[in-house]
């Protein structure tokens, strides 16, 4: 009798800690399937974000590519799908060799182009997405003879900054609607980029005509908004 009471006592202790580990195992499946959902959900809002901004990147590029069709090739301009930026290629016609000012043919096509490049940014169906309009000017690495890299870098960056700081002054002086102004003071940036972003040639070589350029980028929001999604 005494044998037969201490099995049922050793049964009744066991019997709970199974039911307290069939309870620990439901918890942690509870967790894992929480936790795929999680995973899904925000893969599913990620794409949803992705496909929103690819589809608005196209139709933006669509609508720059019908503006200025039949411009591109007298200004030598051409428009980048992939980063959304409309790339001026002759330096001849852009700045004199290691001077920030403008020249006057640059004037005329700016006058020309910002006011359209602007009017289609601020529409209702792009505005709110955009995150940054960036005037890039780019140089190639060559200062002078005796210059050392280092040097012609920095030399470099300060006329590429000085460039684009003439360039952003020269198009918002020329614009007379006070809240255009204003939206463009908020979103329009100049930035000087010196030669770390070369043109490079087929045979591996920078091409440093074809680097000597300037460049309106159009930065979407959806990196912010997927990294937001990430965040919550």
Not at 47 to 75: C, G, H, M, R
């Amino acid at each position: 009798m005494e044998n037969f009471s201490n099995k049922q006592e050793g049964e009744s202790q066991w019997l709970p800690i199974s039911d307290l580990m069939s309870v620990l195992m439901m918890v942690f499946l509870l967790i894992a399937v929480s936790y795929m959902l999680k995973v899904y959900l925000e893969k599913e809002k990620i794409e949803e974000v992705a496909i929103t901004y690819n589809k608005l990147q196209n139709e933006l590029y669509e609508d720059l590519s019908t503006e200025f069709d039949e411009d591109l090739k007298k200004w030598n301009a051409e428009i980048d799908k992939t980063n959304l930026s409309v790339r001026f290629k002759s330096p001849e016609i852009l700045f004199d060799m290691g001077i920030a000012n403008l020249k006057p043919d640059f004037k005329i096509i700016l006058a020309d182009f910002f006011p359209r490049f602007i009017a289609i940014l601020h529409q209702d169906e792009y505005r709110n997405d955009i995150d940054e309009i960036r005037i890039e000017g780019h140089t190639s690495s060559y200062w002078r003879a005796e210059t050392t890299e280092d040097r012609a870098y920095i030399y470099n960056m300060e006329l590429s900054q000085d460039r684009t700081r003439n360039v952003l002054d020269f198009v918002l002086s020329n614009e007379k609607d006070s809240e255009l102004s204003k939206w463009i003071r908020l979103n329009v940036t100049a930035n000087g980029l010196s030669s770390s972003k070369l043109i490079i040639d087929k045979d591996g070589n920078q091409n440093r005509r074809l680097s000597r350029r300037v460049e309106f980028r159009v930065k979407t929001n959806a990196e912010k908004r997927i990294a937001k999604i990430l965040g919550e």
